[in-house]
């Protein structure tokens, strides 16, 4: 029997898109499970969430993959390579490049291809990594619909900081987008999870949620949205070994936790090698046999220890939860100087993943 495994819970999936229906009714969901659906299963978060309009990968290959499965899905690559083998690719497999550099519209502009593309075009609204700059979108978006080859454009932009809820730097971004596209009319695509749950000023006609299907709230501050979410991924293990220390000994690599008092330590068959993070701190919460207690010494390969003293019902064998439907992945994230993002995306190979319906 594996000691450590992911359970994915696929009716939480549905729930939350089913939460993302109601947050903004009549339109359409770009679910975004890029990074094998963050960490989660692409294929299997896909089939839960097939009812969706489309699908939004970073890279071509997991495109081509899913494509294989949903043949009548909008299937978006969000980051191509501006290059003659994409735009074969995407012609062919019928996906819909976002592009996102001026070198790309400068060869889709007089491209020839078997099939019309129907690409995204990405306006820099402030996030200043990709996309074109407002000024240059326009003109961008004639060139592209001038060229048979180009079937509808749509327009797009991504916010930076969405899930601070009182930053102005969103209300900002709008305008931009807005103010770019003008006299351009096309369908629009903005909000990300924090912009759905925060700001209904950026819905567009596509919403492209990705973390909240998952069940992990972006927002700086909960509200009553995001209170509904349902986590999907649960990471669990269980006690391997106890033993008592006595006052001043020392648990795990590098003496890095000393016990003040005589204490009792429960060591836990999960680690780095898992995907748990090594920078999570003394104190990090973790869930054993409906008691949270405070994780200590530092995180190793396979294991961890945490502090059981005075609670004596708790033994080897015990169910443990590392993050999931007992323990917020934001608490642990917060623990660890993370993200919620980052802690499913980096989980490894060897814990068993076990899909529930
Ligand atoms: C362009 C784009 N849109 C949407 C998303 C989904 O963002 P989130 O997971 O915060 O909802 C991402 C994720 O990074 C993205 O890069």
Request: aromatic share 4%; with cysteine.
């Given at each position: 029997m594996p000691l450590t495994t992911v359970h994915i819970d696929r009716a939480a999936l549905r729930h939350n898109l089913s939460l993302v229906r109601r947050i903004a009714p009549g339109r359409k969901v770009m679910a975004v499970i890029k990074a094998n659906a963050y960490g989660h299963g692409m294929l299997e978060c896909a089939s839960a969430l097939s009812s969706a309009e489309g699908f939004a990968v970073a890279r071509l290959e997991e495109a081509v993959l899913l494509r294989q499965h949903y043949p009548d899905h909008v299937i978006?690559?969000?980051?191509?390579?501006?290059?003659a083998n994409t735009w074969s690719h995407c012609s062919h497999y019928r996906l819909s490049p976002v592009i996102h550099h001026r070198d790309a519209v400068k060869q889709l502009a007089s491209i020839k291809l078997p099939k019309p593309l129907a690409p995204w075009l990405k306006v820099d609204?402030?996030?200043?990594?990709l996309g074109l700059a407002p000024q240059e979108a326009g003109i961008a978006f004639e060139q592209l619909s001038?060229?048979?080859?180009?079937g509808l454009v749509t327009w797009m932009t991504h916010l930076?900081?969405?899930?601070?809820?009182?930053?102005p730097f969103t209300a900002r971004q709008l305008e931009s987008f807005h103010h770019a596209i003008r006299g351009h009319s096309a369908e629009t695509s903005i909000a990300n999870s924090a912009g759905l749950l925060a700001w209904p000023g950026s819905y567009g006609d596509w919403v492209r949620p990705g973390i909240m299907l998952y069940g992990?709230?972006?927002?700086?501050t909960a509200n009553d949205w995001s209170r509904q979410l349902q986590p999907v991924m649960t990471l669990a293990s269980q006690v391997l070994a106890i033993r008592d220390v006595d006052t001043g000994d020392s648990v795990g690599y590098g003496n890095q936790w000393k016990a003040e008092q005589p204490s009792r330590i429960a060591t836990i068959a999960c680690g780095y090698g898992d995907?748990?993070?090594?920078?999570?701190?003394?104190?990090?919460p973790v869930w054993v046999n409906g008691q949270t207690v405070p994780l200590v010494g530092r995180v190793s390969m396979d294991l961890i220890t945490v502090d059981v003293t005075g609670r004596d019902d708790i033994k080897v064998g015990d169910a443990a939860e590392l993050w999931g439907k007992q323990l917020p992945i934001n608490h642990v994230a917060q623990c660890a100087n993370t993200i919620s993002y980052e802690l499913t995306t980096r989980l490894t190979v060897r814990p068993q993943r076990d899909f529930l319906d």
């Open positions: 978006l690559v969000m980051n191509p390579e501006a290059c609204t402030g996030m200043h990594r001038a060229n048979p080859a180009i930076a900081s969405a899930d601070e809820t009182h930053n992990y709230d972006p927002l700086d995907g748990y993070p090594r920078s999570a701190q003394h104190g990090t």
